[in-house]
C-alpha cells in the first residue's frame, strides 16, 4: 500500500467540531486518475489540486486495491474552498431553475430542488458541506484502457 503524501494543506476553515485531520494530495499513479473538473469548465475559484482527508484517502487507497488490476478511480471532484462552493451553488442553482422551469416557483420550492443537486454554500463555519471538509470525492471506475464504467446515470 501506498504512503499517505506529505504535503503542504490548502487553505481551509481552521475552527470546525467535525473532525481534526491532516489533508492528503492525491496524484494521478497506478490507482488514481486525477480529473479535477471544475478547473476544466473555467469556474473562478476551481481548485487544481486534489485533496482529501488522510482518512478518505487511506480508504480511497484500500477501495482501489480491490479493483480488478488495471482499474482506477478517475477523480474529478474533492477538496472545495468555501468560494467555489457558492460559485457553484450559484452557477447551478440558475441552471436548475431553468431546466426544471422553476420560474414562477416559490424561493422554498427552488431551494429545495436545487439542494437535491447541489449543496448550499455554508452558513456555519463549524458545520460546513463535506466537499469544503475533503471529506467527499467525486468519483467514477475507469477500466485499462482508461474508459469509465456504466454506473447507471450520465
Known sequence: ?????????PDRCEKRNF?????AKIKTDAFFDVQMQYPLLGLE????????RKEVYEKLLKAAGMLPEGFRFRIWD???????????YREY???????????????E????????FVSEPA???EMPPVHTTGGAVDLTIIDRKGVELEMGSS
Not at 500500500?1 to 494543506?9: R, T
Open 123 to 125: 452558513k456555519d463555519r
Open 109 to 116: 420550492h427552488k431551494r429545495a430542488v436545487i439542494r437535491r
Open 19 to 23: 473532525i481534526e485531520s491532516s489533508f
Open 93 to 107: 442553482s440558475e441552471n436548475i431553475i431553468r431546466e426544471f422551469e422553476l420560474e414562477s416557483c416559490t424561493e
Open 78 to 88: 474533492a477538496w472545495r474552498p468555501f468560494l467555489l462552493q457558492k460559485e457553484l
Open 1 to 9: 500500500m501506498k504512503g499517505i503524501p506529505n504535503e503542504a494543506e
Open 45 to 52: 475559484y476551481a481548485e487544481t489540486g486534489c485533496y482529501v
